[in-house]
């Protein structure tokens, strides 16, 4: 059974860093695609960051060179390194698995996902 539970969320001032975790179970996520979304109150889920199976990545614009995706294969969990954040970073974050080698951030082609962790970024 696949399951992907999120935490790290929190609170934090402008400027400021997390790391979000999502730790998988039922499947090896080191050989499928996977990524990061985020959804704010009134918007669209966008594509944060993917991470391929042959370790390739790919981040949005607007956190390219603040953000880093990485993989534990050991501990079959993936991170989200987030620095330098933004009032505009405040989001739900969700990590999902990916059904295609591709792994572009389009929400339709992910298949498992989990239940969020909350992000804040006060200015």
């Known amino acids: 059974q696949v399951q992907l539970m999120e935490s790290g969320g929190g609170s934090v001032q402008a400027g400021g860093s997390l790391r979000l975790s999502c730790a998988a179970s039922?499947?090896?996520?080191?050989?499928?695609?996977m990524a990061w979304f985020r959804q704010a109150p009134g918007k669209e889920r966008e594509g944060v960051a993917t991470i391929r199976s042959d370790g390739a990545t790919i981040y949005a614009d607007s956190v390219k060179g603040r953000f880093t995706i990485s993989e534990d294969n050991a501990k079959n969990t993936l991170y989200l390194q987030m620095n330098s954040l933004k009032p505009e970073d405040t989001a739900m974050y969700y990590c999902?698995?990916?059904?295609?080698?591709?792994?572009?951030?389009?929400?339709?082609?992910?298949?498992?996902w989990g239940q969020g962790t909350q992000v804040t970024v006060s200015s």
């Open positions: 999902a698995r990916g059904l295609y080698w591709s792994c572009q951030a389009h929400a339709n082609e992910y298949n498992y």
């Open positions: 039922g499947y090896i996520i080191r050989t499928v695609c």
